[in-house]
């Protein structure tokens, strides 16, 4: 299993020290770092800042959201930052939730898994650069002669020769039918909340896609790329105050991320069995008292979610993830020595 520095997006103002995390995990053997985007800053333009001073980890985006950019324009970002950074852009995408795609981007959110099936082939198509690219797609038509068009759309070629025809895609995915279309389509997949608890519900869902005629992939050539947090503690007392740290992100993503009536972050928690409080922890979380929602939050769930304790117990843990299939283990570590402590101790 290889380790990824998950960077992730900005807050209210961009992050300082993270040129020095990278050069960090580059110089301890991380394999990769991810960047994010949500409707701050976006995924490309970090990636290639941080990335400029690198040569050997792999660059992801975790996630670029579809309905931000056509996914031509898409396809444009990856060819050039592909040729950039000498081939090691890993093109992580996903259909974020409705609130931002038809809040943020005032595109519709409906039949997101279709939509996802038509980006990927056209983003593959512009990168074999085979033929000037059409699609008779309902969602991402191209030429476009809808309402409004003037008629003289044109298939084109991109100008620019990619660097490799076929960057890997991963995308992120939640539901059974999504991870099962991950599984055939893609070359990877970024789960938002993959445990070595929950790893046994995922397995016929990705198997499906698997054994579907025309699969790209099978299990043993198929990334898995998981993110958790690590830290290494070094008293019980140390280790609860991390643990109690980590719920009120969780409540968020369970309580707060999404609709009242269509959170996909609270339906994976329902399905890894915390079904019990994720409708308190909403109605708390919405009604503004989000520190009864994070109270609510278990500590079997941070601790099934997230790797901390000691040395030892680190190492142990890491073994399960890996033992699930996960093949990278995407970690935001907060410093240099942070990232130098943790490659030495999983080396």
């Not at 996903?94 to 980006?119: C, D, H």
Request: charged share 20%; aromatic share 8%; proline share 6%.
């Amino acid at each position: 299993m290889k380790l990824g520095l998950q960077l992730g997006y900005w807050g209210a103002q961009p992050p300082q020290g993270v040129g020095e995390i990278v050069a960090a995990a580059e110089d301890a053997g991380f394999d990769a770092i991810f960047t994010a985007e949500a409707w701050g800053s976006d995924a490309f333009t970090p990636l290639a800042w941080w990335g400029k001073d690198t040569s050997r980890v792999r660059l992801g985006t975790s996630i670029v959201q579809m309905s931000g950019r056509a996914p031509t324009s898409i396809a444009m970002h990856a060819l050039t930052l592909d040729h950039l950074t000498n081939g090691r852009l890993i093109l992580g995408m996903g259909v974020s939730g409705p609130q931002v795609v038809e809040g943020w981007y005032g595109q519709p959110f409906a039949k997101p898994l279709a939509r996802t099936r038509e980006v990927v082939e056209i983003i593959r198509k512009v990168l074999a650069r085979e033929a000037p690219v059409t699609n008779d797609g309902p969602h991402y038509p191209l030429p476009f002669n809808g309402p409004g068009s003037v008629g003289l759309g044109k298939p084109l070629k991109p100008i620019v020769h990619p660097l490799r025809a076929d960057i890997p895609i991963w995308l992120g995915a939640e539901g059974p039918k999504n991870v099962a279309q991950t599984a055939e389509i893609a070359d990877g997949w970024i789960p938002i909340f993959y445990t070595p608890k929950s790893a046994g519900m995922y397995q016929p869902w990705l198997d499906e896609g698997f054994a579907r005629e025309g699969a790209r992939r099978t299990r043993e050539t198929f990334e898995i790329a998981a993110t958790c947090h690590l830290q290494v503690t070094t008293s019980e007392e140390e280790r609860q105050a991390v643990i109690q740290g980590m719920k009120p992100v969780i409540a968020l993503y369970m309580g707060g991320m999404g609709a009242k009536d269509q959170n996909f972050h609270k339906n994976v928690f329902e399905r890894m069995g915390y079904g019990a409080i994720t409708d308190q922890v909403q109605a708390l979380f919405l009604a503004q008292k989000r520190e009864e929602a994070t109270a609510l939050i278990p500590d079997d769930l941070v601790e099934d979610m997230h790797i901390v304790g000691d040395a030892s117990y680190v190492k142990e843990r890491v073994a399960q993830w890996e033992e699930t299939g996960v093949t990278t283990l995407l970690l935001s570590c907060r410093s240099a020595d942070e990232v130098r402590s943790v490659a030495e101790l999983l080396a």
